[in-house]
Structures are given as structure tokens and as C-alpha cells.
């Protein structure tokens, strides 16, 4: 009995779908534009987060030790209070000579010619935990006693995190008002469906039949909608990254910046969509039929 | 079965009482008429009854139920022990006579097999075998009551409710749906 019930309501949700075939298709494609834009930002937003990262990476803050000071006496000192800072991930001490070496590796030797060790200072290379606070944590190590200078790539980082922080704050806001303009037309589909049927409506209410019973063909509608919606979108979206993604390594080169795979995001960008699609499809077909549930 | 106390009825859009300070008491088994000129309140009273509407002020009792105070998750239990004959039918135009008749089980929840077996019975009570696969339509005005009239009895209620049943038929046709009504 239950069965052939919900048979006939899910039913009733598809047939709802495709008397109102343009509407339906109006919606489904207005998701899928909404999900789209929403699905580019945060994936620019998780990829600036990459890049972020990975300039973590590979800007250490330098802090240059006291001349006065031998290796044993700052790595021994120094080293434990650096670590006990707050936004410290991690410290490694680099000793004057250890410094030459990784800087001749690095460049030509002949440029070394003539200078001795005395020019490289003891140092410590530290990695920070959150990057956007490297002013401060910049000012506390060159307070630390027997730290005389320190290097630190702040401007860099700061602009990244600006640009971060901008992206992020406009794909909020763009998934907010998205997702308003996605509810809105999701629900005036469906409340076409409802005034096609407002007729049945009204016996349905007067011989008896539950809310939830009268809501549950339209949630169907919407659910339906929101799910085909938020499955092509995936697609869409999937194909328009790996296009946008073998450009980008095209024209700037691999080693330049490295792009979060889709392989990676696409369980996330999957699962949101999905979700995203069928909260729209629901909440538009309860605000739809809100009304006739009144009386 | 009703009771309404002290009932006044005026409408949002409107200044006058449609109906004001009513009581009366219809009790079971009873079989009770109304009348009156067009506009003296006949459909505002069904109306209170099915709760389609509220009273200004007054109660309505319907079956046990206190529409005004009943809770409005409760209000279809209610209007399950109701079978309502409307003054224009309201059949659904797109539906066979069937499908209309089982449309009023099925979305109480009937299961198939029930339905399967109950509407021809009613169809058939009220003289509409071999209409079945008609529309509202293709049928004469009585044949359209008397789908209104199985459809109000389909899910067997305790109490017909039927707004101006009579009002568009000749009188050998009044007559024989009284009887009907009567069974
Ligand atoms: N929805 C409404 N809004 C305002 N006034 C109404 C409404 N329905 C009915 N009325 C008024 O209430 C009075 C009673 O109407 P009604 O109950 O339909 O009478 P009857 O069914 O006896 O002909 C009439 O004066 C009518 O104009
Ligand atoms: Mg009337």
C-alpha cells in the first residue's frame, strides 16, 4: 500500500516536470548557470589558497643571529624560544657555513669568489603556521634577545592574501544571491504546477488529504529539478576546468603555478552541487505551495 | 454531529454580517435542510463546516471537532468524516468520472485494491455504470451531481454535506436525488 502511495505521488511530481516543460527547463538551466559561477569562484578560491600555501612554503621568515653568538650557544638558546611562539610551524637552524654551501649551490661560484664566511651570519629558517599574520609574528622574533634582523617576505604574502580575501568575500557574496535568484525561479516554476492544479487542490484539501500528502508531488518537481540541475552543472563544470586548466599550463608553463587537479575537488564540487540543487528544489517546492496550505 | 454557538460570519472584504449570531444543532441520523433566498448565508454556514473559513465569533462543532481550536495538522482528520457536495460540483475536468471518484481515495491514502473495488460500488449506487470512462464534459448536468454525489461518499463519511443539491435540476430529478440522498 505504502509503495504504490509513493508511486503515485513521485508520479505526479514527474508529470508536473513535463507539463511545464519550458518552465522546468528554465529553472534546470538557471541552476545550472548559478551552480556554474558558484562553482568557478570557489574553485579560484581554492586554488589561491594552493598558491598560498605553497608561498609558505617557500618563504621562510630568516632570522639573523647576534655575531657575538657561536653556533652551539644560538642553536642552543635561541632555537626552543623561537618554537614556543604562537604562529611558529617549525625552526631550523642554519649554520654561517651550512648558508654558504646551500648559496653556492644555488648560484654561480665564481660569484664567491673572494668572500669568506664571516658575510653569512648564524640563521634560522621558520616556517609560519598562518601566513597572514607573518607582521606579527615577524615583529615578536625580532624581539627575541640575540635575533639582530629579520627577513621576512611579508609584502609578498600580504598581496596574496588581499587577493584571496576579495575572491572569497565575492563568491560569498555571489552564492548568496545566486542561490536567492535560483530559489526564486525554482519556485515560480512550480507554483505554475500548483495553479494548473489548484483545482485538485482544493478537493484534495476538502475530501482530506494531508499537507505533507498535497506538498509531496511538488517537492518531488523540485527535487527532481534540483538534482538534474546540480548533475549537469557538474558536468559543465568539469569540462570548463580541465579546458581552463590545460590553458593555463599551456600559455604560463608548468612550473609557474600549480592548479588543484579536478580529480582532486570533484567529490566536493559534486556533493555541493547535488546538495545545493536539492535544498533549492525543495525550499522552492514547500514556498510554492505554502499558500494553498493555508485554509 | 453540528453545533454551532452564537456564530457571526463577516467576511474580510465586507462591513455586513453574512450570518449573525447563528446557533443550531443537527444531530446524528438527522437529515436536515436548509434554506433560504440567495445570499441569506446557506454556503458561508458549509463553509464553516468544511472550515474552509473561520467565524468572526462563535464556535463550530463538526463530528466532535472544534474547528476554530482544532490544530491545523488536524483539520484534514476532520474533514475525512465529511462528504462534500459543492454547488458547482468542482469535478476535475481533465479526469474520467473513475479517476475522479478514486482520486478522492487515493489521496486519502486508499490503497489500489480498495479503490479498485469501492468506486464501481458507489458508481454504480448512484446510477453512473458504464460512465466510468467519460469526462465531466461529455456528460449531462444531473451526471455531473452525481459524480459530485460519489465522490462524497467514496471514502464513507459520517455525515453529507450537499449545497444546494436541488438548485439546477427539474423537480422529478430533485426528487429522485433526495431519495438517493436518503439511501
Ligand atoms: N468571499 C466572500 N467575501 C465577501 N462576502 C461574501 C463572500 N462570500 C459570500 N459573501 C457574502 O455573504 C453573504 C452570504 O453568501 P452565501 O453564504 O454565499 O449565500 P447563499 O449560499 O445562501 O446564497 C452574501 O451577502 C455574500 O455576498
Ligand atoms: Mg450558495
Known amino acids: 500500500m505504502k509503495l504504490n502511495r509513493y508511486g503515485y505521488l513521485i508520479g505526479e511530481g514527474f508529470r508536473n516536470i513535463f507539463t511545464h516543460c519550458f518552465m522546468s527547463f528554465a529553472s534546470v538551466t538557471i541552476i545550472i548557470a548559478c551552480l556554474i559561477v558558484m562553482g568557478i569562484f570557489s574553485l579560484l578560491d581554492i586554488n589561491i589558497n594552493q598558491i598560498i600555501d605553497d608561498i609558505g612554503d617557500q618563504n621562510q621568515i630568516l632570522a639573523y643571529v647576534d655575531e657575538d653568538m657561536t653556533a ?150 523540485g527535487l527532481v529539478l534540483g538534482v538534474v540541475g546540480g548533475g549537469l552543472a557538474f558536468l559543465a563544470q568539469w569540462g570548463l576546468y580541465a579546458a581552463l586548466e590545460a590553458k593555463i599550463v599551456e600559455s604560463l608553463g608548468i612550473s609557474f603555478v600549480e592548479i588543484v587537479p579536478f580529480a582532486q575537488v570533484w567529490p566536493f564540487v559534486l556533493i555541493t552541487f547535488l546538495a545545493v540543487g536539492i535544498l533549492v528544489g525543495a525550499v522552492g517546492g514547500v514556498i510554492a505551495i505554502r499558500n494553498y496550505l493555508k485554509v | 454531529m453540528v453545533q454551532m454557538n452564537n456564530v457571526t460570519m463577516v467576511y474580510e472584504n465586507s462591513d455586513v454580517a453574512a450570518l449573525d449570531s447563528v446557533s443550531l444543532t443537527i444531530s446524528e441520523g438527522e437529515f436536515a435542510f436548509l434554506v433560504g433566498p440567495s445570499g441569506s448565508g446557506k454556503t458561508t454556514i458549509i463553509k464553516l463546516l468544511t472550515g474552509e473559513i473561520m467565524p468572526s465569533d462563535g464556535e ?35 479526469m474520467t468520472v473513475y479517476d475522479n471518484v478514486a482520486f478522492a481515495m487515493r489521496v486519502v491514502g486508499a490503497a489500489n485494491k480498495e479503490i479498485r473495488e469501492r468506486v464501481p460500488k458507489v458508481l454504480e449506487l448512484v446510477g453512473l455504470e458504464g460512465r466510468e470512462k467519460r469526462l465531466p464534459a461529455e456528460l449531462s448536468g444531473g451526471e455531473q451531481q452525481r459524480v459530485a454525489i460519489a465522490r462524497a461518499l467514496v471514502n464513507n463519511p459520517t455525515m453529507i454535506i450537499a449545497d444546494e443539491p436541488t438548485g439546477n435540476l427539474d423537480p422529478v430529478r430533485s426528487l429522485e436525488l433526495m431519495l438517493l440522498l436518503e439511501k
Open chain 1, 72 to 221: 652551539q650557544e644560538a642553536s642552543a638558546k635561541l632555537q626552543t624560544k623561537l618554537e614556543s611562539l604562537d604562529n611558529v610551524a617549525s625552526v631550523e637552524f642554519v649554520s654561517r657555513s651550512e648558508a654558504r654551501e646551500s648559496f653556492m649551490e644555488k648560484y654561480d661560484e665564481s660569484l664567491m669568489e673572494g668572500i669568506d664566511d664571516e658575510v653569512f651570519r648564524h640563521r634560522f629558517s621558520i616556517q609560519l603556521i598562518d601566513l597572514s599574520l607573518m607582521d606579527e609574528t615577524k615583529a615578536e622574533i625580532e624581539d627575541v634577545d640575540g635575533i639582530v634582523k629579520v627577513n621576512a617576505p611579508t609584502e609578498f604574502a600580504d598581496k596574496f592574501i588581499s587577493v584571496r580575501n576579495v575572491i572569497s568575500i565575492v563568491s560569498l557574496a555571489l552564492i548568496v544571491i545566486l542561490g536567492f535568484v535560483s530559489l526564486f525561479i525554482m519556485s515560480n516554476t512550480i507554483k505554475l504546477a500548483t495553479y494548473g492544479r489548484r483545482e485538485e487542490i482544493a478537493i484534495m484539501k476538502m475530501v482530506g488529504a494531508s499537507n505533507s500528502f498535497i506538498r509531496c508531488p511538488f517537492i518531488v518537481e
Open chain 2, 60 to 94: 463550530v462543532i463538526v463530528n466532535g471537532f472544534n474547528t476554530v481550536k482544532l490544530k491545523r495538522r488536524k483539520m484534514p482528520q476532520m474533514r475525512r468524516t465529511l462528504g462534500v457536495i459543492f454547488q458547482d460540483f468542482r469535478l476535475i475536468d481533465k
